[in-house]
């Protein structure tokens, strides 16, 4: 469970520096002037139609603070921003005990529920909200 959380905690903060990191723009996330992953799904079907579409730049944006561009770009990257900060927490934590509590498995679980929740139903706001 330690070598398990030592990889979340590295992850996640990885994850968040390049989140902090981006330059956010409607068409892209980019890193010192690279643009950020490509969609094949989004470019099969369109953006509107691919649930995760727009959750880098959308997660970016609310890691930088600017909620309003975050809920445009996906309603769930907001929450997948703070999902990031609390595995982040909830790992060091793990590490600090030295072991893995139920809290802590209790917690975990949460969040994976609450990552597809939110992928999907941000989706689903982005679809139907949209002309």
Do not use: K
């Not at 590295?10 to 902090?20: F, I, N, Q």
């Not at 209790?106 to 969040?111: E, F, H, I, K, S």
């Amino acid at each position: 469970a330690l070598r398990r959380s030592w990889c979340w905690v590295v992850g996640s903060g990885l994850a968040m520096a390049a989140g902090w990191s981006a330059r956010v723009r409607p068409e892209a996330a980019t890193w010192f002037g690279v643009r950020g992953p490509y969609c094949p799904l989004g470019s099969c079907l369109g953006e509107q139609h691919c649930p995760g579409c727009g959750l880098v730049r959308s997660t970016s944006a609310a890691l930088q603070g600017d909620l309003g561009a975050a809920w445009a770009f996906h309603p769930g990257g907001v929450l997948i921003a703070a999902l990031l900060l609390v595995t982040f927490a909830l790992h060091l934590d793990i590490l600090r005990r030295g072991r893995e509590g139920l809290l802590h498995v209790r917690l975990r679980r949460t969040g994976y529920i609450l990552l597809w929740t939110s992928v999907l139903l941000g989706w689903a706001v982005r679809y139907l909200t949209r002309t």
